[in-house]
């Protein structure tokens, strides 16, 4: 038995994918190194740094552990902690726990890969 129409289906589903992964892959050339939304098909949506890129997917920096004090309080605002008077850092008393209000550490960043069939569409530019 011959079934003509499913190679046709078959071919036809093979352009579009191609087709896909080309638009993909044309959008992350053009905003390597830009902040960009990703929207994957199940509807999540992810935001990062495109870094590395392919034919096959892309690889994005993902910003991770901004806050991991947990204790409600701003990094860069005031909180009870080690301080003299209102945040200076100076013996105990009410203040940011770092002096002068500067952030625990850098935010740091991680790799995630995306592969171009499980993303719907990439939005940029993204605007805060």
């Known amino acids: 038995m011959n079934y003509p129409y499913i190679n046709t289906n078959s071919k036809l589903m093979s ?28 509807g999540q949506t992810f935001e990062g740094i495109v870094d590395e890129f392919d034919e096959d997917g892309v690889t994005l920096l993902v ?3 901004e806050n ?7 990094d860069v605002g005031f909180g009870p902690g080690p301080g003299y008077g209102m945040g200076y850092g100076y013996g105990p008393g009410f203040g940011s726990p770092y002096g002068y209000g500067y952030p625990r550490r ?17 939005f940029f530019p993204f605007f805060f």
């Open 15 to 42: 352009q579009q994918l191609d087709h896909h992964k080309k638009n993909m892959f044309d959008l992350c050339q053009k905003h390597h190194l830009y902040l960009v939304q990703v929207e994957t098909v199940d």
């Open 63 to 65: 910003p991770s552990g």
């Open 68 to 74: 991991e004090r947990g204790d409600g309080f701003d």
């Open 106 to 122: 850098f935010r740091r960043f991680r790799r995630y890969r995306y592969p171009f069939f499980n993303l719907n569409r990439i």
